[in-house]
């Protein structure tokens, strides 16, 4: 199993652009998600999803937009780029929504913003 | 929504010593407390969990207690080796569910050889 997996590793954007960071995974779970990680701040939920067709915004979703149309992909798509959205971004899922599970954690996508 | 907050935001010990990062947080309702561990420019990964059942849970050098009472939980790493230096963050359940977590700030450990 490859785990959960994002792409691209490195971005660099201008002010105003889109782009959309993938993440997929292949161990059927349920649950995915979405965090920013900034110096000091840990981790910050932006969006996340239950299942296909079902997502929910999380602490942080302003300039984030999701779709969750299958169990493997959920990406996350940045409709005009800020350097506020400067950031490592982290795909986690984990297997099904009661009780605790561990998130498994993509291996994250580097984003500045110009 | 729930709020974890986490100390101290850094912690240096010598090899050998032991390591102890606490996290308090506010809703009464939360049940699940994992601790995650996250080497520089890795991702962070689970080291172990607690559910609101049990007080103690160990794994080798590593163990966790909870206090639902004060809603606070700890980390314990006993004989620290240089290994151990990572940023650990604790989280816990928010708006009710068990998968949606809230993250503690980070706690930088510095095992010093």
């Known amino acids: 199993n490859a785990g959960v997996t994002q792409t691209p590793k490195f971005q660099v954007l201008k002010t105003g652009q889109s782009m959309t960071l993938q993440c997929a995974q292949d161990?059927?779970?349920?649950?995915m998600s979405w965090y920013r990680q900034d110096p000091g701040m840990g981790l910050r939920l932006i969006h996340y999803s239950v299942g296909a067709g079902i997502t929910d915004q999380g602490e942080v979703p302003n300039g984030y937009n999701v779709s969750r149309s299958t169990t493997e992909d959920f990406p996350l798509r940045l409709l005009s780029a800020a350097p506020s959205q400067t950031s490592v971004y982290f795909c986690a899922s984990s297997y099904g929504t009661s009780g605790g599970n561990e998130q498994f954690f993509g291996p994250g996508t580097r984003l500045t913003v110009l | 929504g729930e709020n974890v907050e986490q100390h101290p935001s850094t912690l240096s010990v010598q090899e050998g010593d032991s390591a102890v990062i606490k996290c308090t947080y506010s809703?009464?309702?939360?049940?699940?407390f994992p601790w995650y561990k996250q080497e520089l420019g890795k991702r962070p990964q689970l080291i172990i969990d607690?559910?609101?059942?049990?007080g103690e849970k160990k794994d080798q050098r590593i163990a966790v207690t909870l206090n639902k009472t004060a809603k606070h939980f700890s980390l314990h790493i006993t004989e620290t080796q240089p290994e151990d230096s990572a940023v650990y963050f604790c989280?816990?359940?928010?708006?009710?569910?068990?998968?949606?977590?809230?993250f503690g700030k980070g706690t930088l450990l510095t095992v010093n050889p």
């Open positions: 989280a816990a359940p928010s708006g009710g569910s068990n998968y949606k977590l809230t």
């Open positions: 809703d009464s309702a939360s049940n699940y």
């Open positions: 161990m059927n779970h349920e649950y």
């Open positions: 607690i559910r609101s059942n049990v």
